[in-house]
């Protein structure tokens, strides 16, 4: 039986999966928000995941062209 991951992998598994997964979000194509999922201090209130949600709200704070910002408005 494996031994159970320590704290520290699991808090890196947990900033991988916040980069990983937000990014793939934010690449989406009506992507127009980002929330975290996980508000866990003992997550969120590490330097490295505050840095991934750094990163993560940076990246979505950069325009991009999407089909929505193209469709034009209903007709009156």
């Not at 916040?18 to 979000?25: K, V």
């Not at 508000?39 to 089909?67: F, M, N, Y």
């Not at 910002?69 to 009156?76: L, R, V």
Request: net charge negative; hydrophobic share 45%; aromatic share 6%.
């Amino acid at each position: 039986m494996d031994p159970a991951p320590s704290e520290e992998t699991l808090a890196r598994n947990n900033v991988t999966e916040i980069l990983r997964y937000g990014h793939a979000l934010l690449a989406t194509p009506y992507a127009c928000a980002f929330l975290s999922w996980d508000k866990r201090p003992e997550v969120i209130g590490q330097a490295d995941a505050a840095a991934a949600l750094a990163e993560l709200g940076a990246a979505a704070r950069v325009p991009v062209e999407s089909s929505m910002m193209q469709a034009s408005p209903p007709a009156p």
